[in-house]
């Protein structure tokens, strides 16, 4: 009767063991903790975020994360996004709508178009989208970069 106790025993810590190294092996290797600027929002998946750099010269870049969740629509959408980061950061944010062309961005902190004919542009993932930041609905591992700098159009 012993002998089938310990039999049983030793069977359990053998499956017990074989899980925990099977659960190790299975983790995700490269997996970092990202926080929402409030810090309340963890995600441990880097693809699940937005990338929001701002470029107010030639010097200064200032880079945010923000989670991305399709649950809520309107953090999807670009010129949202950036107000509301530009607000948490206590930064002037300034728009101008232009009907047919959409709302542009025309003052981050205290950088407003036409300061030595420089404007607010947007970049996603390098490339320049022909649409404006209202119009632009961003996709999961984007990054977003915004530039004060003379236009290219």
């Avoid at 310990?6 to 299975?26: D, E, H, R």
């Avoid at 409030?38 to 030639?58: E, H, L, R, Y």
């Avoid at 607010?120 to 530039?147: C, F, M």
Wanted: overall charge negative; proline content about 3%.
């Amino acid at each position: 009767m012993k002998k089938k106790i310990i039999s049983l025993v030793i069977l359990l810590l053998l499956i017990l063991s074989a899980t925990i190294i099977w659960q190790a092996k299975n983790k995700p290797a490269n997996t970092t903790e990202l926080y929402a600027l409030n810090n309340n929002v963890k995600d441990t998946a880097p693809s699940s975020i937005v990338q929001v750099n701002f470029k107010f010269d030639n010097d200064t870049t200032f880079s945010l994360q923000y989670p991305y969740s399709s649950a809520d629509e309107r953090t999807l959408n670009l010129l949202y996004l950036t107000e509301k980061l530009a607000q948490e950061q206590n930064w002037e944010f300034s728009t101008q709508n232009y009907d047919e062309l959409g709302t542009l961005v025309t003052q981050i902190k205290d950088k407003v178009n036409g300061q030595e004919q420089k404007y607010w542009q947007y970049k996603i993932n390098q490339k320049t989208p022909l649409v404006s930041a209202n119009n632009y609905i961003l996709q999961v591992g984007d990054v977003v970069d915004w530039e004060f700098r003379i236009s290219e159009l």
